[in-house]
């Protein structure tokens, strides 16, 4: 039987004050009552702690091991409630994130978390959408930076912040603006932007090429290889992701798709509000 905090801390009062009643007396409970919480914790460790007369009360030898390792149990329970009771803003966060936009956003989210939340501490864990949701099913991740359209499971909540375009990116000698037959260069199977992709134009798979990608920066340069054509997200232009490839054309005008950008956490977690707050930092500010 596993014993109870409260007789952990009856047997903790006994041995500072060595005496019942003054232990009782301590613990706010009659003697009678503190009594038998000490025989309780001895009945379920099945030892006996204490020796005890009308006067004296003596430690036995696996009584004295088990009072400090009582005063250790006191300790972390209590270091436990003051975690639990810790500032949202000023504790610690695991934040996942996915690899077509960790490298475009996190530089500017983690600025204006400075600025705005100098407490807090963040620490990212970079993974594909699947992956990311399993991680928050588990609980080892608190929310995760996402991107939409993604069908989610029942327990988990979504708040979308911004939309992030992608344009389609071609080599200037091809001439058409249409998307030939095997020509369409993706990010392998796993990364949401290829599913983006797909939902958001009329392509077959007759379109998409036999070549995949493992990272944009893969995917840009076999296109500047005019390997294929492909689509970029607005983000990963606004890094500059083109600005070392002069031959690759951005057509902004044709086709174009488009995605939402924001972060999904668990619907029982208590900091929904506080996480929405974070997720607005990933906006310039």
Not at 4 to 12: D, M
Not at 146 to 154: I, R, S
Not at 223 to 234: A, E, Q, R, T, Y
Not at 257 to 282: F, M, S, W
């Amino acid at each position: 039987m596993i014993p109870t905090l409260k007789n952990l801390q009856y047997l903790i009062a006994l041995k500072k004050t060595n005496h019942f009643s003054k232990a009782a007396s301590e613990c706010f409970v009659s003697p009678s009552t503190f009594s038998a919480g000490i025989s309780k914790l001895e009945q379920d460790l099945e030892i006996l702690l204490v020796e005890r007369d009308n006067k004296n009360v003596a430690f036995t030898p696996i009584g004295k091991r088990i009072v400090n390792q009582a005063m250790s149990v006191m300790t972390e329970m209590t270091t436990l409630v003051e975690t639990a009771k810790l500032d949202f803003f000023e504790s610690e966060v695991t934040i996942g994130v996915i690899p077509t936009i960790s490298t475009y956003i996190l530089p500017n989210f983690l600025s204006n978390l400075e600025k705005s939340y100098p407490k807090l501490k963040a620490s990212f864990r970079e993974d594909t959408s699947d992956n990311l949701l399993k991680q928050l099913e588990k609980a080892t991740i608190d929310f995760a930076i996402f991107a939409f359209p993604y069908e989610l499971p029942d327990y988990i909540e979504d708040f979308q912040v911004f939309r992030d375009s992608i344009y389609f990116i071609k080599h200037k000698s091809r001439n058409k603006k249409i998307i030939e037959d095997g020509s369409l260069l993706m990010l392998e199977q796993g990364h949401c932007l290829r599913s983006h992709i797909l939902q958001s134009n009329e392509i077959s798979n007759k379109h998409i090429s036999n070549f995949s990608c493992t990272s944009i920066s893969t995917l840009v340069a076999m296109v500047d290889m005019n390997i294929g054509v492909s689509f970029l997200p607005k983000m990963a232009i606004d890094y500059g992701t083109l600005d070392n490839y002069p031959n690759i054309t951005l057509e902004k005008n044709s086709m174009k798709a488009n995605r939402d950008i924001g972060v999904i956490y668990r619907k029982n977690n208590p900091q929904n509000e506080n996480i929405k707050k974070l997720a607005q930092l990933l906006v310039k500010i």
